[in-house]
């Protein structure tokens, strides 16, 4: 039995890595020197016509190169923005070759780190690219697979991202009784019941919901920081007395990641500046315009982002959304209270599939011995609260999450394409 050396891959919503087995042990790939994980972001420098990636592309839109940046591109998979044509630095490009370029960059930098091809794949996927919906998910792992071939591998292989942590979870350890993954990433849910069998992992059900990290950030936005920027702000009519309440639309694309580019256009920036015109606080209008003008949304992302991370920290009950590149001394305090609030409901979709979950293992909560939590937006307070209310027995664990999904398409690599 032949196994041709295969790549593991957690392409991911946020942040993405590379990984392949090394004496029986997973070894992630410094895609980005001296990290184990790259941030899954694009831009396209106008000034210098390149494309630069992750920490690069994070830096360049922080230090405000001219150019287009872009995130959360997994978040397209399975959606009709895959196969628009858009125009980046003069050449007519789809969501499938930009997808493409940023895993040929994964490919090549693995490439020359181990001195080896990579023409073989084990990619990470949810469960379920888009919630109860079998033909958009059907499309998104065909886009999906798509991208890999466009970025030069001869094939690819997937594993749904929760079954890999629990390979990581058993590799090498005494693991007794039943385990369930909670794999909250940027964009999806994703959930695991496993026990440890005589030949690796027993797999009783997996599961998952459309909900993710990049979703917590959009209900904050919206919450908190689009307010300031004239969200549920009062409009004059052009005839009469009465008054209308600024549109929705614009605001919930400006806090959704990949949604952003969309609205740096003549047309949106002449509709916003009417409504700065007929606003009844103008001043809240004329910092949206000021957001679109020089493009700042995907700055505004940033800062909320920063501002939900710093509020989860420990012994932390409260923090900001700093929106000083705004206007001078702009930001929005957001406490506890006000993350609770505003995740209400989508904890509660996290939480509903997770027992979902249980109930396909067919299984009962107090059954589970151990909990462990994958993925940066696992580690959220809230998100934590409602898994220990299901699980008040299980033990809990922390450790490797952010990088025990690659860990395990490492190690699953080995034998993916075996014949």
Known sequence: MTHPVTLGIDFGTSNSAAGIMINNTPFLIEIEAGEKTLPTSIFFDAAKQRTVFGSQANRALIDGAEGRFMRALKSVLGTSLM?????????????????AAFLSEVK????????????????????????????????????????YQKAGF???????????????????????????????????????????????????????????GTNFDKALNLDHAMPLLGRGGDIRMEMGTGLLRAPNAIFNDLATWERIPSLYSHATRRDVAHLERMAVEPTLFHRLSEVLEHEMGHDLAFAVERGKIQINAADRDQSTINMGFIERGLQAPLT????????????????DAAQETITMAETTNDAIDKVIFVGGSSLMIDVQAAMTSLFPQARLEHSDAFTAVVNGLAISAQSAFAH
Not at 109 to 115: D, I, M, T, W
């Open 83 to 99: 196969h628009e044509t858009r125009m980046f630095l003069g050449q007519k490009m789809t969501f499938v070759d930009i997808i």
């Open 108 to 147: 090549s930098k693995a490439e020359a780190a181990c001195y080896q091809d990579f023409d073989y794949g084990l990619s990470g996927r949810p469960v379920l690219f888009h919630s109860d919906d079998e033909a958009r998910n059907a499309q998104a792992l065909g886009d999906l697979k798509l991208c």
């Open 336 to 351: 506890t209270d006000d993350l609770t609030t505003s995740l209400a409901g989508l904890v509660a979709q996290v939480r």
């Open 154 to 212: 001869k094939d690819v292989a997937f594993m749904f991202e929760p079954e890999a942590a629990a390979v990581t979870a058993t590799h090498g350890k005494d693991f007794d009784g039943l385990g369930l993954i909670v794999d909250i990433g940027g964009g999806t849910s994703d959930f695991t019941v496993f026990r440890k069998g005589a030949d690796g992992i027993d797999i009783l059900a997996s599961h998952g919901v459309r909900v993710g």
